[in-house]
């Protein structure tokens, strides 16, 4: 291979070794950063540019290219973001003598308000969980999927825990716990987990299942049907669009991700403060919190609109007048 790209991969290296050390990334997000880099430095290559010959205005070519490749903006962000932690890196390394990335900015990113369930709809839907388990005319893989999908609601919405930091926790993490415990999530943070009573009792419940259905043990809360790994998110998926149809709720509505949702916009509702919230849900910025206030705000607007007295009269008086 040749001598350049031979040198480019071995910084691209030298950067993800001082990135996993310094803040215990993800493999996974490892790898992506390793995507995103090698992807910058084989397209400068092309045009027979090295990394210590590229400069702002190479730098803008090369996000033009990325905006032609129709890529979305979170996309082209997280590439910004990486290749300017990269350029840094070079930079403090005294690799290069300029940074060519310092003036580099993200693209504006509209937020989209997330779907959110009301607290009357997420009880029905853990309800129904449980009403369907109790039918001993169902089959019993049938009833362990509704008393699984029943355990995992209660848990997300007691928690705000994410789907693959639910679905990653075994029975020796949670066995000695009262009410809380620590947990590694997204980016190899450790955070603080909040349980609900309710949620321990019916983590109990679904123990107690497993151990009388299963002489295999496996220490995941939440086994496959081999019982050998973790049951996938999209096994999860698939039985709460299920579940969703079957109690006539809109299938785009209803997902895991809509579940956390909940819980954080329903404890905003009810006082918690943003920076307790950002802890809880493991948001490493505080501005990713922030978008619950303005889902706050649309259902106040809403609220307003369909409840207001004064507002039912102004209704009334255009009827009149129409």
Known sequence: MNQIIDKNYRLIESFLSSKYLENGLAKNTIKSYEKDLELMVNWFYKRKIIYDQINDQEISKYFLFLKSKQQSISSINRKISVIKSFFSFLYSEKIITTNPTYNLSGMRNKKTLPNVL?????????????????????????????????????????TGLRISELLDLKISNINSIK????????????????????????????????????????????????????????????????????SGFDNKKVTPHSIRHSFATHLLNRGADLRSLQKLLGHSDISTTEIYTQVRQERLLGLVKDSHPLNNIFKKEDLKNA
């Open 179 to 246: 009410d809380k415990f620590y947990i590694r999530g997204k980016g190899g943070t450790q955070r603080l987990v909040v349980f609900t009573s309710r949620a321990i009792n019916v983590i109990k419940l679904w123990v107690k299942f497993n151990n009388e259905n299963n002489d295999k043990k496996n220490d995941y809360l939440f086994p496959d049907d081999k019982n050998n790994i973790n049951v996938s998110r999209q096994i999860i998926f698939k039985d709460l669009k299920k579940l969703a149809k079957i």
């Open 118 to 158: 009301s607290e009357k709809e997420i009880n029905f839907l853990m309800n129904e969980s449980y009403k369907n388990y109790k039918k001993n005319e169902l089959k019993y893989n049938e009833r362990k999927a509704f008393l699984r999908l029943h355990v995992i609601l209660e848990i997300l919405y007691s």
